[in-house]
């Protein structure tokens, strides 16, 4: 009638590893869910999910996922750039080129060093709403689409935090952005 202690172990497993990150915690399971669709329909693992070489060419690296440019990964000095093609992006999908300088994705899952686990959901919104980078030193740049997303509602940039904070911490510490050649940014 009662499972054997190895049974009741062997379940309690079983729901421990099968039990998705989102619904972990006591989290809000519809409001994840929306947050998935809107990260989704936004493309936000087209560039914050590093793309990898797989047998039918590139595909995005699932185990990295949403953690941005990875940081094992060095880069060449970017391509010469001319007024008919002035941005450029790596083969990753995760770091871009332009008038702007270099930017790189950041990481989006909530590890506390090197993601957006130390972010507040009120700062987060803010960023996405304003255009200014978590930082406080300077706009959101290229490619990052933050003008379209800061049209969402409250709820629904709640719900995209709601969701990246679901995810599963991965440890990843993104280059800096670089600001082109000559420029100077507001800390010099």
Known sequence: MFPTPKKAAFGILACSIFVPAAF????????????AELVAVAGCGDCHTPFKMGAHGPEKDVARGLSGHPEDLALPPPPQLAAAWNWAGSASMTAFVGPWGITYSPNLTPDK????????????????????????????????????????????????????QAQPAVRNKVPAYQPPAGALTKAE
Do not use: C
Not at 24 to 35: D, E, F, Q, T
Not at 119 to 130: I, Q
Not at 133 to 158: E, F, N, T, Y
């Open 24 to 35: 972990a915690g006591g989290s809000n399971p519809a409001l994840i869910k929306r947050g």
């Open 113 to 164: 060093e090197t993601g957006l686990g130390a972010v507040s959901e009120k700062a987060f919104v803010n960023s996405l709403r304003t255009g200014q980078h978590l930082d406080g030193k300077r706009p959101i740049l290229p490619p990052m689409p933050w003008q379209a997303l800061s049209k969402l509602s409250d709820k629904d940039l709640k719900a995209i935090y709601a969701y990246l």
